[in-house]
Structure formats: C-alpha cells, structure tokens
C-alpha cells in the first residue's frame, strides 16, 4: 500500500528481461491460441488471439511476479521470510513462490476466508492468519507482523519486482504475436496492465494497451480517468478485480502508456467465462474473461485488428462454478430454456 512506505521506483523493460531469465528455469511459455468461434463473436474482422495464463501452475498469471520476487531476494532476506496480504491468487503465488525458494510465507486474509482459498494456501506450506474484517485491516496486521518477525512485506500491487515478473507475458506475448495491434488487460490493482504498458512502449510501441475493470468496482479506472488516486465502492462478484482504490505505482507506469480503460458490466464478464468455456476450451475465472467481455462490449475499438486478451486465472470458486457462467446461454448466445 502506498501509505505504507516510500513512492516505489517503476521498473524498466531490464528488469523484465531479467526476470525472463530468472522465470526460465521454473516455467514454461504458456500458449496463446486463436479460436474461429471467438473471431465470430468479436465481429468487425477481429482477430483473437488468447494467452492461456489459466494454465500456470497456480492457476493465475501472479506466480510470475511471486517467483521473480523470491528469486532476487538475498539469501539472508529469504531465510527470514515474507509476509502478504490476500484473498486470491496473489497469496497462492507468494506462497508457492516461497516454497519454491525454501522461504517461510505468512499470509494474512480477512477473518472466514474462502475455505478453497485458505487451503490452497496451506497446501502451499505457508502459515495463514486470520484477521481483519476486511483486506485494509488484514493489510494493517500484515504490516505488524512483518515488523514483529523481520520478514518483508509484500504489497499487492506497488511492488516493482512482480511488476518486472507480471511483464515476462508481455514478453512472451509479443515473441509469440510481434504483429500484435493490440492488447486487453484485466485491472485490479494495475500490475498486469502496468507490465503491459511496459513492454509494449519498449518492443511494441504500435500496439495500443487497454485496460478493463469492472463497473461495479471502477477505483483504478476512475483513478486513471481522473489523473489522481481514487476510491470507490467494490460491488462486484469478480473477485480478482475487487480493489477498492487506486495504486500510485501502476496509475503511474498507466498514465504514461495506456490507450484506454474500459469498463465491463459483470453479466458481461459472465458471458464471457462461458465463451471461454465453450469456444477456447478453457476455464477462466472472472477476472479471467474480463478482458474478453471488455472486447465483446466495445467491440469497433478493435476493428480489423490483432487483438491479444489475456486469460489471467481459472481459479473459479466452487459456487462460482455452479452459479455464475452457464446462466441463460444457449447455442450461439441465444438465451437458453431455463426448465
Ligand atoms: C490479480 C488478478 C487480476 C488483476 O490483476 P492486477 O495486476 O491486480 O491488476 C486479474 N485476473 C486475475 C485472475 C488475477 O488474479
């Protein structure tokens, strides 16, 4: 957070190309794939081209940037340990991060966690706490743990080295695509955007980033439009896109670089899951379509283009697997007989 310590310092496209070299040797490039059915849907002569970060071993794009944390940490500074705050998959990141790097992980999560999510986090090895009504208090016991324990403090978003981590797929992005016209991003806290905005100002300048939110939680959309930081109320279902206020880090590398943040209705976002689901095969959690809803909802910003949408996560919850994506869609998006 960054009432918590000093503005932190933007990373550059070396720190991306040195985390590619550091992320080499415990993951793979995920694919990116193009799906005929999902050209259809965007209409407009699309192209779409799907990068399956849903495919990570965590499940989400985040374990770049938990990895590349880890691995530039001294010896010393591992051996004492690292502290996170987190409902989702930054903490499965962190803590499978960790584990890698033999470094012992606290997360902290608001008080009754989502029981998939805590133990998916033990698994991992790390120690959960619980405390807090909410992320702000769970962040402010973090921070005292941190102090009490000497063990660093990891932020979920202001924090150059997963920034420098989460850029490793727009490095891939454009190995795999260089003739990319454009890039859709799902926003929570901005570091993938940020990453991307990154990459494509230093390999792709052409390719124009945007960034979505969703409407019903817009803090880093309103923050970007504005020009300050802002916050807003978190009404969404989606829970990777749950951030009630702007980061200063990643509005800042964003305001430089981005072409536009849109927003997307979570009905849309849903539609977009089972698109996913139905024409690319593939899982995606909320935040994981979102980029894809953003697509569908505005689609003549991306006529006759390359579009590259990033597939974040497919770390779907158990009652968000029954409820959410298979409401009212029927073959071709007709609305389905709901007997
Ligand atoms: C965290 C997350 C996002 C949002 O990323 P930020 O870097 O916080 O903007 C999107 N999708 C998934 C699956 C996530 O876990």
């Known amino acids: 957070m960054a009432v918590l310590s000093p503005p932190a310092q933007a990373p550059t496209i070396t720190d991306a190309l040195r985390a590619r070299r550091l992320l080499a040797d415990h993951l793979p490039p995920t ?17 779409v081209l799907v990068k399956h970060e849903n495919t990570q071993p965590t499940g989400a794009f985040k374990v770049r940037g938990g990895l590349t944390l880890l691995a530039g940490m001294d010896a010393a500074e591992r051996a004492r340990g690292i502290v996170g705050y987190s409902t989702g998959n930054h903490a499965q990141s962190l803590a499978y991060a960790a584990a890698r790097f033999g470094a012992p992980c606290v997360i902290v999560m608001p008080v009754e966690p989502n029981p998939a999510k805590a133990r998916a986090v033990r698994a991992l090895g790390a120690e959960l706490i619980e405390a807090g009504a909410d992320l702000g208090e769970a962040a402010a016991h973090a921070e005292r743990v941190a102090a009490e324990r000497g063990m660093r403090l990891v ?33 929570g806290g901005g570091s993938g955007a940020a990453a991307a905005c990154l990459v494509a100002a230093a390999v792709a300048p052409r390719c124009r980033v945007y960034a979505v939110q969703s409407a019903a939680a817009p803090a880093a959309h309103d923050s970007w439009h504005a020009g300050r930081l802002l916050t807003r109320p978190i009404r969404t279902r989606v829970e990777g896109l749950a951030t009630g206020a702007g980061f200063d880090l990643t509005q800042r590398i964003m305001r430089d670089h981005l072409t536009d943040f849109l927003l997307v209705d979570d009905d849309t976002i849903a539609d977009a899951q089972w698109r996913l ?63």
Do not use: K
């Open 31 to 47: 694919p990116m794939w193009s799906y005929p059915a999902l050209d259809a849907a965007a209409g407009h002569g699309t192209t």
């Open 277 to 339: 689901m139905r024409d690319a095969h593939t899982l995606a959690e909320g935040a994981g379509a979102t980029a894809l809803a953003g697509l569908l909802a505005h689609p003549t910003h991306f006529t006759a283009r390359r579009v590259a949408i990033v597939c974040t996560g497919a770390n779907a919850s158990e009652s968000e697997l029954r409820a959410t994506p298979w409401r009212g869609q029927g073959p071709e998006g007709t609305s389905a007989p709901t007997n």
């Open 155 to 187: 932020s979920a978003a202001d924090e150059p080295d997963l920034i420098a981590g989460v850029a490793t797929v727009y490095l891939e992005i454009f190995d795999q695509a260089p003739d990319l016209d454009a890039l859709i991003v799902p926003v």
